[in-house]
């Protein structure tokens, strides 16, 4: 993001004058979650009066997300948390159907995802990664390289969930690996790793605006389309 993150995390970015984490938390606020915790890491100072609870990631400069995921410990062990990337911006509708879904991980995925990394991109696959569901609605692919647009079923959000048995089923997991490991993992990869147990991820498909701000361009296209009224603040009904 260039000059845009110099002094702030990203998640301080602003997107039509508010911050992309009040986009995130208004829509988790209107779709019923009641605590927000947020996991920090460089400029923690900026973050610890914005959520309900903080948790650091001390080491933030040396490990990759699912290291600070793992900071939220205490919450994942003991309820249902929707997690989130802090780079990206939803509706409340897609919170409260991943909130729906009957599973004890599940993911929300965009099958239009075509439409925005077309905008977003001169050549989608550049950063399209795979992601397809068996007929049961369950993920069997996610995150890999993609060579055809026609082998992807939509684009994973960087919105999830978990029950404390789901979470339990990530720690089985994350045991098996070496430290060094744990560190450089992302998320897809911790999710492709489940599948490969076994342990059942549903796909849960969205409708409606949402986006990821990797870039200033990312930006100029969703204050775009806020100013065009294609787009709007999270509300209690969308």
């Known amino acids: 993001m260039g000059s845009l993150a110099e002094e702030r995390p990203k998640c301080l970015i602003e997107l039509g004058g508010r911050p992309l984490l009040e986009w995130q938390v208004a829509a988790l606020r209107f779709s019923g979650v009641t605590e927000i915790a947020i996991v920090t890491g460089w400029r923690k100072e900026l973050l610890e009066r914005r959520a309900t609870t903080t948790f650091h990631n001390a080491r933030w400069a040396e ?16 309820t249902r948390c929707v997690v989130s990337y802090s780079d990206i911006f939803y509706s409340t509708g897609m919170v409260s159907a991943l909130i729906a879904a009957e599973s ?19 050549d989608p696959l550049s950063d399209a990664e795979t992601f397809r569901a068996d007929a049961s609605g369950f993920v069997t692919a996610i995150g890999a390289r993609a060579t055809s647009v026609d082998r992807i079923e939509g684009q994973y959000m960087g919105l999830l969930s978990f029950t404390p048995a789901g979470w339990t089923a990530a ?3 994350l045991s098996t690996l070496a430290p060094a490991a744990i560190d450089r993992l992302d998320m897809t990869s911790l999710l492709r790793g489940l599948i490969g ?18 870039t200033p361009s990312d930006l100029a296209i969703y ?16």
Request: glycine share 6%.
């Open 63 to 78: 490990t990759n997300m699912v290291a600070s995921l793992v900071c939220a410990a205490p919450w994942l062990e003991q």
């Open 197 to 214: 147990r076994g342990v059942a991820v549903r796909a849960v498909p969205i409708k409606g605006r949402w986006g990821e701000v990797d």
């Open 223 to 238: 204050t775009d389309d806020l100013n065009r009224g294609l787009l709007s603040f999270p509300s209690r009904h969308r």
């Open 171 to 173: 720690t089985a997991y």
């Open 104 to 122: 004890d991980i599940a993911v929300s995925y965009d099958p239009d995802w075509l439409a925005l990394w077309s905008r977003r991109f001169p």
